[in-house]
């Protein structure tokens, strides 16, 4: 397979930075529980008090456009041509780097070059709208193991489609995998908001982001699995230090995150998309967002820079409808100026994001690759920072949303 270079093009738009507030009533809040380090688990943030705080920080809201041109100089290199909507990279120990295709094919780069036999095929409902194979990662004890996480869309025998995440084991050559046991089963889903991205955090734990299954009220449903982030064992179990005892949920109030990040502090990064006009005619306002265990980000009840007691304001919004992808904290040493940057690929905005913070606000926002091919990269879907320092992407140019080019989807290097 050949691999080649894009030039760096990015677009300069204007940006009108404001922040609103806006009053409301309250929603129940989560309660009030001290996470215990030796009880399953250990906290993955937020202050002693077990209760979250939501963030005060100023709401930063794009008017115009997304932001401006990108001033670091990097390139874009094409690693793997020719697939079908890459969804998800997960890097081997070995370099490698094993990716689901959403129409359910698992796959296989190795030493940079693409393994043409899929190394399995997951049982996925037919693929349309959002649904499909979407998310994977890697077990924490992967070299022991051998063992993955895929999030996927599933037909029950009785009817009905739902998401699930499922563990499989990979062979030794990693040529072949086999599925292992269904983890977690019977999260809603729809043809949109279908969530999917997964992350093993810093404390073991399996955090899954799911969509609100075009069920708005699924999100403030602390009994549904719809429209939130997950923390789970690697077994599937509820761990005894959640905020919501007893219950999956660890972030509320989610419409559709395809991106999330561990911060040092333990803190989560979150993006979201924001409403396409089934409420109010809201439209527009996909959001990044700083939460904390227990947090509630408030889908349905806010958007925007608007506040409420007990629900998290975003800290940087957009009036034109983004939507976001997957996201990263860069902490590689390959593009040094990006250090401690959250990266963050765009769908409908067509470019890779980045965003720089101060705390828990925003003080610098820029747009890289901006455009369709060939001039920028598309439909950003997964951001990942690579072993290698580098940042490794996948393009949804062919999802039926892009301008699908003859050499289909790519995965994509980001170096200086």
Not at 106 to 119: A, D, K, M, S
Not at 223 to 230: F, T, W, Y
Request: charged letters at 25%.
């Amino acid at each position: 397979m050949r691999r080649s270079t894009l030039a760096l093009t990015t677009l300069a738009l204007a940006t009108a930075v404001v922040g609103c507030r806006r009053e409301g009533s309250n929603p129940p809040p989560p309660p009030s529980t001290v996470a215990d380090e030796d009880a399953g688990g250990t906290d993955a943030g937020g202050d002693d008090s077990g209760s979250p705080s939501p963030s005060t920080a100023k709401c930063e809201l794009v008017r115009d456009g997304f932001g401006p041109a990108g001033e670091v100089a990097v390139r874009a290199e094409k690693v793997a041509t020719g697939l079908e909507v890459p969804w998800g990279l997960a890097f081997l120990p070995n370099g490698d780097v094993l990716f689901t295709e959403r129409p359910g094919r698992i796959r296989l780069l190795h030493e940079g070059e693409l393994v043409e036999e899929p190394v399995a095929t997951v049982p996925v409902t037919k693929t349309r709208g959002e649904g499909g194979l979407l998310g994977i990662t890697l077990a924490p004890d992967f070299e022991q193991s051998r063992a993955f996480y895929v999030y996927y869309t599933h037909q029950k025998p009785e009817g009905g489609e739902v998401n699930r995440v499922e563990r499989w084991k990979l062979s030794e050559d990693s040529r072949s995998a086999s599925a292992e046991k269904v983890i977690l089963d019977d999260i809603p889903a729809a043809r949109n908001h279908d969530g999917g991205r997964m992350h093993f955090g810093p404390d073991g734990m399996l955090y899954v982001g799911t969509g609100d299954a075009a069920k708005p009220d699924l999100s403030q449903d602390l009994d549904s699995l719809a429209g939130k982030i997950l923390r789970i064992t690697p077994e599937g179990d509820v761990p005894d230090d959640n905020p919501w005892p007893g219950k999956r949920a660890f972030i509320a109030g989610i419409r559709n995150t395809q991106g999330f990040a561990f911060r040092d502090d333990g803190a989560l990064i979150v993006t979201d998309h924001g409403p396409s006009g089934e409420l109010l005619g809201r439209r527009g306002h996909d959001e990044v967002s700083v939460a904390r265990p227990g947090s509630n980000l408030g889908w349905p009840t806010i958007y925007a820079c608007e506040t409420q007691d007990e629900l998290v304001t975003p800290v940087l919004t957009w009036v034109t409808a983004a939507p976001p992808g997957g996201a990263a904290l860069y902490q590689g040493d390959a593009i040094p100026e990006w250090k401690d940057s959250l990266l963050v690929g765009v769908l409908g905005g067509r470019h890779l994001h980045r965003v720089v913070f101060d705390g828990d606000e925003v003080a610098h926002h820029e747009v890289y690759f901006r455009g369709d091919p060939p001039g920028g990269l598309g439909r950003i879907r997964d951001v990942k920072v690579g072993p290698d320092g580098n940042v490794w992407l996948t393009t949804s140019n062919c999802d039926g949303r892009g301008t699908c080019p003859a050499d289909k989807d790519w995965i994509v290097k980001i170096t200086k």
